[in-house]
């Protein structure tokens, strides 16, 4: 008798499934996700999130515009205005004193320094500048205040590249992109500028902010041509951490 050769039909059928199939596995294991630590690159996304959870936008703004309103909403409010111009003036100019006296001291400021504050809203960073002898300065902010504070949006600030000497700002948390801030910030600091930043750390910042911060490292990460200078503890009406950065002299 001769052998027969022929498979049998169980193992025919294995050997064609096997075959039809296997490209199909194939590609559902090329779509399991793949986990990265850095951060998102798009710029508009509402939940854009640096260091592992570092620095998280608050969602909610359905637009820009959206945004800038809910920003106006707390700067033209005419009862903190009042405050802000009467009761809190001087008080919060003495502070914002000692903290300049202190970087002037670290050499870190100067009278000669052209120098930025970054939503100033009516302008008491400015006459603390003026006050410990900087007089070129300036402020920024969706309203202006002349003649400390003029319109600005610091998404976008009104000014060339390489403009001053010094930036400094305590508004960081209102920055819906966090990216940008910062991106203006290098922009219009000239080589060896210093920006100081003043931020919340070990607590959460009010309604109005955009942004809550965690930990200082998605801030290194922003600032691409920058070096941290120092991080220090502060008192600086509920913001509890200056961060100060010095723009490289060679890019």
């Known amino acids: 008798m001769k052998n027969n050769q022929t498979k049998p039909p169980v193992l025919k059928y294995f050997f064609l499934s096997l075959f039809l ?28 999130i640096h260091s592992a959870g570092d620095l998280k936008i608050r969602p909610g ?11 106006l909403h707390k700067t033209l409010n005419p009862k903190l205005r ?39 809203r009516v ?3 400015v006459e603390a500048l ?4 900087v007089s070129d300065s300036v402020g920024i902010d969706l309203v202006p205040y002349p003649p400390l504070v003029i319109k600005g949006d610091f998404h976008n600030q009104p000014f ?15 920055a819906l992109y966090p990216d940008k801030f910062v991106g203006e910030i290098e922009r219009t600091l000239k080589p060896n500028g210093v920006c100081v930043l003043h931020v919340a750390l070990s607590r959460r910042s009010d309604k109005y902010s955009a942004n809550d911060l965690y930990s200082v490292k998605p801030l290194v990460e922003m ?11 502060v008192d600086g009406f509920g913001l509890d951490t200056e961060v100060v950065f010095r723009k490289k002299t060679v890019i």
């Open 21 to 48: 199939f296997l490209p199909f596995f194939l590609f559902l294991f090329s779509l399991k996700p793949k986990h990265h630590q850095n951060t998102t690159t798009d710029p508009t996304s509402k939940t854009q």
């Open 61 to 71: 703004y359905a637009s820009y515009e959206s945004y800038i309103q809910r920003q």
């Open 82 to 120: 009042q405050v802000w111009t009467t009761r809190d003036w001087d008080r919060k100019i003495q502070v914002f004193v000692q903290f300049f006296q202190d970087l002037k001291r670290k050499e870190l400021l100067f009278n000669d320094s052209k120098a930025l504050s970054i939503g100033a």
């Open 123 to 125: 302008g008491q960073e």
């Open 130 to 133: 003026r006050r410990v002898g």
């Open 160 to 174: 060339g590249n390489e403009t001053f000497d010094f930036e400094f700002s305590n508004v960081f948390d209102h």
């Open 223 to 233: 600032f691409k041509v920058s070096e941290v200078v120092h991080v220090r503890k």
